[in-house]
């Protein structure tokens, strides 16, 4: 019965892990599978206190116990990179560079990254003054100097949220104008605290371990200039180039929007039977922690529906009876049945 299960996850971020956590609770044998790192693009938040129930962490402490949890329910791990899915049949046959695993459900929870702009510095001091979300990151630059780079809805918005906290707000558009609506737009540009540059491009972040100076270009003029931060103190870039979700090798396979992301129902249901999505790879007007974790726990349990249905089919008896005994063994191995208790 190896690379056979019940259901595969495919993504191990809080979405994969939460959706991971569910279905092994439920009794069902579990693989997630992991490209990069586990915990996905959350581990490279220092510091997350906006989580529920937990006042301070950080993204790979938090995610850890999210594996752990799942572990000890019978959830399997590996390492692997999806290639793609054959849809044939009611077992479906998950295709990786380390080989190939079945099972009749799936759950796609691979994430969707930040689009990076390649400016000097940037990798170096992600984390560690470059960010990529308001929301999550705007509190810890409170008191300081934010520069904002984009000129789209997100930029324009963002900008304005982030007045909340910066001393100073200065937006960089490299457009000779906002990309947005008028009205979006002239929030931004109307805020006190908020300074505006057009054509104008990051070029560097540099400092000392913390990000001390950027470089700029004015494009029009061909000119540079600089920013230094206070002497002993630090500022923040939140960068908003839109999002870049993880599914070029999807296509063909469940039904993805203009940008590339998961359409699914409510149930997070994709647009093929058995196949569900969660996390930021799916179409969403939040993505956070919370709502990852949200979406995996419905995938999950709407998941466990389709599969319990699936293997009332005849033909599937022997693959249901099989799967019955590898899972004894799976809770017996793992001391799962020691849990008890809901959430």
Request: charged share 25%; net charge negative; aromatic share 10%.
């Given at each position: 019965m190896r690379g056979q299960y019940d259901v595969i996850v495919v993504g191990a971020g809080p979405a994969g892990l939460s959706a991971a956590l569910y279905a092994a609770r439920a009794k069902y044998?579990?693989?997630?599978?992991?490209?990069?790192?586990?915990?996905?693009?959350?581990t490279i938040t220092s510091e997350i206190v906006n989580y529920p129930g937990v006042e301070k962490t950080d993204g790979t402490e938090l995610t850890e116990q999210m594996r752990r949890q799942a572990e000890a329910f019978g959830a399997e791990f590996a390492m692997a990179e999806v290639t793609g899915i054959d849809l044939d049949g009611d077992i479906r046959t998950v295709k990786t560079d380390k080989g190939e695993?079945?099972?009749?459900?799936?759950?796609?929870?691979?994430?969707?990254?930040?689009?990076?702009?390649?400016?000097v510095g940037e990798r170096e001091y992600q984390g560690r003054g470059i960010a990529y979300c308001a929301t999550c990151d705007g509190e810890f630059f409170t008191g300081m100097d934010v520069f904002v780079i984009g000129g789209g809805f997100a930029a324009a918005e963002e900008a304005v949220f982030l007045t909340k906290y910066a001393k100073k707000v200065t937006i960089i558009v490299r457009e000779e104008d906002f990309t947005c609506a008028k009205a979006v737009a002239d929030k931004a540009k109307n805020h006190e605290k908020i300074e505006v540059h057009y054509e104008t491009e990051i070029v560097e972040a540099a400092g000392d371990g913390l990000l001390r100076r950027a470089r700029f270009k004015d494009n029009a003029s061909g000119g540079e200039w600089t920013y230094e931060a206070p002497e002993g103190t630090s500022f923040g870039i939140f960068v908003f180039a839109g999002y870049v979700p993880d599914t070029r090798w999807l296509e063909g396979f469940v039904e993805l929007d203009g940008q590339g992301y998961i359409i699914t129902d409510r149930n997070q249901k994709t647009s093929v039977d058995g196949i569900y999505a969660a996390g930021d790879v799916c179409v969403k007007n939040l993505r956070q922690v919370v709502t990852a974790v949200s979406d995996g726990a419905v995938a999950a349990t709407s998941l466990e529906r389709y599969v319990s249905e699936t293997y009332e089919k005849p033909e599937l008896a022997q693959w249901k009876a099989q799967m019955e005994e590898e899972r004894t063994k799976a809770v017996e191995n793992s001391g799962a049945s020691k849990h008890t208790g809901a959430a």
């Amino acid at each position: 019965m190896r690379g056979q299960y019940d259901v595969i996850v495919v993504g191990a971020g809080p979405a994969g892990l939460s959706a991971a956590l569910y279905a092994a609770r439920a009794k069902y044998r579990v693989l997630v599978l992991e490209k990069e790192k586990m915990g996905g693009q959350i581990t490279i938040t220092s510091e997350i206190v906006n989580y529920p129930g937990v006042e301070k962490t950080d993204g790979t402490e938090l995610t850890e116990q999210m594996r752990r949890q799942a572990e000890a329910f019978g959830a399997e791990f590996a390492m692997a990179e999806v290639t793609g899915i054959d849809l044939d049949g009611d077992i479906r046959t998950v295709k990786t560079d380390k080989g190939e695993y079945r099972a009749p459900g799936i759950v796609l929870a691979v994430g969707a990254n930040p689009r990076k702009l390649g400016f000097v510095g940037e990798r170096e001091y992600q984390g560690r003054g470059i960010a990529y979300c308001a929301t999550c990151d705007g509190e810890f630059f409170t008191g300081m100097d934010v520069f904002v780079i984009g000129g789209g809805f997100a930029a324009a918005e963002e900008a304005v949220f982030l007045t909340k906290y910066a001393k100073k707000v200065t937006i960089i558009v490299r457009e000779e104008d906002f990309t947005c609506a008028k009205a979006v737009a002239d929030k931004a540009k109307n805020h006190e605290k908020i300074e505006v540059h057009y054509e104008t491009e990051i070029v560097e972040a540099a400092g000392d371990g913390l990000l001390r100076r950027a470089r700029f270009k004015d494009n029009a003029s061909g000119g540079e200039w600089t920013y230094e931060a206070p002497e002993g103190t630090s500022f923040g870039i939140f960068v908003f180039a839109g999002y870049v979700p993880d599914t070029r090798w999807l296509e063909g396979f469940v039904e993805l929007d203009g940008q590339g992301y998961i359409i699914t129902d409510r149930n997070q249901k994709t647009s093929v039977d058995g196949i569900y999505a969660a996390g930021d790879v799916c179409v969403k007007n939040l993505r956070q922690v919370v709502t990852a974790v949200s979406d995996g726990a419905v995938a999950a349990t709407s998941l466990e529906r389709y599969v319990s249905e699936t293997y009332e089919k005849p033909e599937l008896a022997q693959w249901k009876a099989q799967m019955e005994e590898e899972r004894t063994k799976a809770v017996e191995n793992s001391g799962a049945s020691k849990h008890t208790g809901a959430a």
